[in-house]
């Protein structure tokens, strides 16, 4: 008989054989529809070896296990964010099949004949590998496999149905907020049983095994047709294709009044518009604001969600979400503008002519979360912010006594702090903010909670009051804690050895050398160190989590490689100041930090060693 080769597992090298059928050929059961580019022809060849197939089990369980003899493949590190990568190197030969053949190895015996979900943000590639990764998932034992219809699940509706179905995980497949196609990223990750980002103990895990890994152990069953909702069964091996929107609703109508924002948006006087930047998020849109929302479907804007993100850049910043952003900034503007990333978890939140920084955004919300969102009616158990993210959430910490925590960049670290009921709401200055509803930052919750304070707002006013606006809440709320002036400036794409080099020279001309009490740039230094943190739940330690130039007025500067995207690194360099004095509140930021951003900067000595001479996106 021949050997047949199953399209969508031949992608990534393997070769099914299956004694059942003796045709040369056949069509998949799931069809991808049109692509914008072929897959590679050298990602459709098998994997050539001298070695035997081995039939792993009978055809008595529904399918056959093929045991696929591979080869570890240099590069697969992976942390709390997962493996990022560029589209290409996830289609050559057994790269995505090794780094999820090496994830079912390092949770072993505990995974099997248990349920998972898999899902992702639509980008490119997406529903190619979720069919390599169901024949990987049911040859190595799980039970079940829930899927996102159409492969689709925002990473943190994701979170929701984990949660909310008790699952033992799940993987997202995205590389967030950068580009998707043919030749952009690729990216998956693998989320635990509370729904969070995967702790060390297991990434570690799946690394080793990359770098020993000697079979694949694929199941031999036709291609699933992830278009249409319900349960297919392979013998006792089940996927199911579900809406990806209902857990993660029923989760969000928990947390806030719909019946409240239903009214708010039938308020004629209150105008409003939504960028996925053709995103995940578009998937959700219509749903969320236009039938659950009353909102007019002429309020969403990119809302059609595309594989290559429709070839712009799904960050939700003043750079990247400029259509929005000159919307809100141009004549008759609507009231209010949001926008998320490439999966769901960031968001930018403007007003008329107003951005609301990420720092304010998180404690904003903190501030009013009592009031407005009925989740928190009882009161916040505490919050937290990353240790990049500027002081503003620390003063809404203190007048309302609540415990704070700083942490380092990382969602798995507010994960600990929520599992251990320390934390309500959290935030990062990346455009992250979210609260112990799910265990991922959460876009969606966060512009909901931005229209609940709103709502709340304006509840009682009269025909003829003017609306309160997102500038009065946040004018409103400098005028009670102060303004903390902050901007981040992002260096994208730097060479590595490059970014190194400014890194050392910090540690080495500051750190190891500038003393308590020196002044700098007419600032007073009270320290300067490398950010490390003691978990007060499990007692891990990070060390090197960012550079930190602190002065005696509260004044602070931070500098941090992030290596979210593919190739090579980016540069962070965070500048803050505090202001009490009302009339200070409406200057331009750059204008009241431009001192300590030329200290930043000449304490750095970046534009010499990276050749730089401005950022890539400001912030």
Request: with cysteine; proline share 5%; net charge negative.
């Amino acid at each position: 008989m021949q050997a047949l080769v199953n399209t969508s597992a031949a992608i990534a090298g393997v070769k099914i054989l299956d004694t059942r059928l003796t045709c040369r050929s056949r069509a998949p059961a799931f069809s991808t529809g049109p692509r914008p580019h072929s897959t590679p022809r050298s990602a459709l060849r098998p994997h050539r070896s001298n070695k035997p197939f081995v039939m792993a089990s009978a055809a008595t369980q529904g399918f056959s296990v093929v045991s696929k003899p591979t080869k570890p493949i240099e590069g697969q590190k992976t942390g709390t964010s997962g493996l990022r990568k560029k589209t290409k190197v996830f289609q050559s030969e057994n790269y995505l099949a090794n780094w999820i053949q090496s994830l079912f190895l390092a949770l072993g015996e505990e995974a099997k004949g248990k349920t998972i979900a898999l899902g992702g943000d639509g980008r490119y590639f997406n529903k190619e590998a979720v069919q390599i990764i169901l024949k990987l998932a049911a040859g190595n034992g799980l039970k079940k496999v829930v899927v996102g219809k159409d492969a689709i699940t925002a990473t943190p509706a994701m979170s929701a149905i984990i949660r909310r179905r008790k699952l033992y995980g799940g993987l997202i497949m995205s590389a967030s907020h950068n580009p998707a196609g043919p030749d952009e990223d690729w990216g998956i990750k693998f989320n635990y049983s509370a729904g969070e980002p995967a702790p060390e103990k297991i990434t570690d895990k799946i690394y080793g095994f990359t770098q020993s890994i000697q079979e694949l152990k694929i199941a031999d069953f036709p291609d699933v047709d992830l278009s249409k909702l319900g349960t297919t069964s392979f013998g006792d091996f089940e996927v199911e294709v579900i809406d990806y929107t209902t857990d993660y609703f029923d989760e969000l109508r928990e947390v806030f009044d719909f019946a409240k924002l239903r009214s708010f948006f039938a308020n004629p006087r209150f105008s409003f518009v939504y960028d996925a930047l053709h995103a995940v998020t578009g998937a959700y849109a219509s749903r969320l604001f236009v039938d659950e929302l009353g909102a007019s479907p002429d309020a969403l804007l990119n809302c059609v969600p595309k594989e290559d993100f429709g070839g712009g850049h799904p960050d939700p910043n003043l750079t990247y979400a400029h259509e929005l952003v000159e919307r809100l900034f141009g004549t008759d503007a609507p009231d209010f503008g949001a926008a998320s990333d490439g999966d769901g978890d960031r968001n930018m939140i403007l007003g008329r002519s107003f951005f609301v920084t990420p720092s304010d955004s998180v404690a904003v919300i903190a501030a009013n979360a009592q009031a407005a969102i009925p989740y928190f009616s009882a009161g916040l158990k505490g919050v937290a912010r990353s240790m990049p993210t500027s002081g503003a959430l620390d003063r809404v910490a203190k007048r309302l006594n609540l415990p704070f925590h700083e942490t380092p960049t990382g969602w798995k670290f507010f994960g600990n702090l929520m599992d251990a009921g320390q934390c309500s709401i959290c935030g990062e200055e990346s455009f992250g903010t979210g609260a112990d509803h799910v265990r991922e930052k959460d876009g969606l919750w966060a512009v909901l909670a931005w229209l609940s304070i709103l709502a709340t707002k304006n509840e009682g006013r009269g025909e003829g009051a003017a609306l309160v606006s997102v500038r009065d809440v946040v004018t409103e709320h400098w005028r009670t804690y102060g303004r903390n002036f902050y901007s981040r400036y992002d260096y994208e794409g730097v060479e590595s050895e490059r970014a190194e080099k400014v890194m050392a020279h910090l540690t080495e001309s500051v750190i190891d050398t500038v003393q308590p009490g020196t002044e700098l740039g007419g600032r007073v230094l009270e320290t300067a160190d490398n950010f490390a943190y003691t978990d007060p739940i499990d007692g891990s330690v990070a060390k090197g989590q960012g550079i930190r130039v602190v002065f005696r007025d509260g004044s602070r500067i931070i500098f941090r490689l992030s290596g979210t995207g593919s190739a090579g690194a980016t540069i962070r360099m965070y500048v803050e100041t505090y202001r009490d004095d009302p009339a200070d509140f409406d200057r331009d930021a750059q204008d009241v930090l431009a001192g300590i951003i030329a200290t930043a900067l000449e304490l750095s000595d970046l534009p010499a060693l990276t050749g730089r001479d401005k950022p890539t996106v400001i912030t």
